[in-house]
């Protein structure tokens, strides 16, 4: 069985830091794209970053970008997500999701996701 | 442009069809994939690609896609589809994702 699970949130300071895991199991890990998707609370699902396979390409939203750094362990099969500099608006459940990938077929989506930690950015 | 639109919400009698679009440019170059969310809960992928369904989604979901447009459709809603439903594709560049903005179903 595939399972994703986030911790790692909690509260923090505006302009504190805080590194986000997700363990991995059921499944190859190393063989699959891994993003962040983030939902601030009341509002919508918004992508913040990913990860290749193998840690050798990153990606990231500009709201977050400079800010935060993506970064998988294959041989431990979890994902990361460095968290600096937060800011109140990066209040929100954090979701690892894994992606799957059909290039010739221009098909990309998300089949499994992980139950979500919340980060709260507060003084 | 790197957004997707969605109508914020729309419902549905019990048992009517309903039709639930995104639009963007992205779209011209790939498949959207849907997103369930239930209060509280995670997302749930319930169509990707041309028209697929994971295993365990009913098949009253359907999706469709024309131009820049993306739709799914609920054929027969049931009172447990109500939820907020997300598309995704990756944007024009294909470096990143993007989401929809979300549609809130009401069954009545």
């Known amino acids: 069985e595939v399972q994703l699970v986030e911790s790692g949130g909690g509260l923090v300071q505006p302009g504190g830091s805080l590194r986000l895991s997700c363990a991995a199991s059921?499944?190859?890990?190393?063989?699959?794209?891994m993003h962040w998707v983030r939902q601030a609370p009341g509002k919508g699902l918004v992508w913040v970053s990913r990860?290749?396979?193998?840690?050798?390409?990153?990606s990231y939203a500009d709201s977050v970008k400079g800010r935060f750094t993506i970064s998988r362990d294959n041989a431990k099969n979890t994902l990361y997500l460095q968290m600096n500099s937060l800011r109140a608006e990066d209040t929100a459940v954090y979701y690892c999701?894994?992606?799957?990938?059909?290039?010739?077929?221009?098909?990309?989506?998300?089949?499994?996701w992980g139950q979500g930690t919340l980060v709260t950015v507060s003084s | 442009s790197s957004e997707l639109t969605q109508d914020p919400a729309v419902s549905v009698a019990l048992g009517q069809t309903v039709r639930i679009t995104c639009q963007g440019d992205s779209l011209r170059s790939y498949y959207a994939s849907w997103y369930q969310q239930k209060p509280g809960q995670a997302p749930v992928l319930v169509i990707y690609g041309k028209n697929n369904r994971p295993s365990g989604i009913p098949d009253r979901f359907s999706g469709s896609s024309s131009g820049n447009t993306a739709s799914l459709t609920i054929t027969g809603a049931q009172a447990e589809d109500e939820a907020d439903y997300y598309c995704n594709s990756r944007d024009s560049s294909g470096n990143h994702r993007v989401f929809g903005t979300g549609t809130k179903v009401t069954v009545l």
């Open positions: 999701a894994r992606e799957v990938g059909i290039a010739v077929a221009a098909t990309y989506y998300f089949d499994y």
């Open positions: 990860i290749n396979s193998d840690g050798s390409s990153t």
């Open positions: 059921g499944f190859t890990f190393s063989s699959y794209w």
